[in-house]
Every structure is written in structure tokens, then in C-alpha cells.
């Protein structure tokens, strides 16, 4: 055979990094401890309720006190209150009854 069909040339070694198990596309997740969230509050008892419900989410939160600056809990507020994916009754088949109740086909009546 010739060595026309064969690959002439150096394999490329595998990075270094690969074989350890790092991953270069890894994307770091709010509430965790690299990334904590950042929420001002105004009161010593609204900080304590901020513990809490970060708490029972299992975040983790920097909070400051600080009664000057205006209340900012957004970042949490957002990762609590995820949205619901919204989901809607299937349209009927053409010869089935009308939802109105006309008692008409569908085709006849509002389709």
C-alpha cells in the first residue's frame, strides 16, 4: 500500500489540562461561594430575614447594612422567584365539538 492514504505528520498531544479534569468552559453559578450575592439592606432585621430565606434556598449572600443606601435584593430575588414556563390548552381537531358549545363542529364554527 502507499503512504499517500495515511496521515504524515506529528499527533497532536492531548493539552495537559484535559487529563486532569479542568474544565476551561465552566460557568461559575450565582449563590455559591465563589459567586456570592450581593444585597443591601437597610435593617439589622431585614438582614436576619435575608439569612433566612437564603438559608432555606441554600445560598450563600453578602448582605450590608447600611440605612443610606436605597433596599437592593434583586439578585436574590431573582434566583428565588424563578420563571414558570407557561402552558396552554391544545387547540382542537377540525371535527371535533366546539369549545364554545355550540355544539358545532370546530371546522364549522370557530376555526
Known amino acids: 500500500m502507499s503512504d499517500k492514504f495515511f496521515f504524515k505528520g506529528k499527533k497532536e498531544k492531548k493539552p495537559k489540562h484535559s487529563s486532569y479534569g479542568f474544565n476551561t468552559k465552566r460557568a461559575v453559578k450565582a449563590g455559591t461561594e465563589e459567586l456570592p450575592l450581593q ?48 402552558r396552554f390548552e391544545k387547540t382542537p381537531a377540525r371535527n371535533e365539538p366546539c369549545v364554545c358549545g355550540s355544539g358545532k363542529k370546530y371546522k364549522k364554527c370557530c376555526g
Open 39 to 86: 444585597v443591601v439592606v437597610n435593617t439589622e432585621a431585614r438582614a436576619e430575614e435575608i439569612k433566612a430565606l437564603a438559608k432555606e434556598h441554600d445560598l450563600i449572600t453578602e448582605i450590608t447594612v447600611d440605612a443610606k443606601q436605597t433596599e437592593n435584593t434583586t439578585e436574590l430575588d431573582v434566583l428565588i422567584n424563578k420563571p414558570v414556563t407557561t
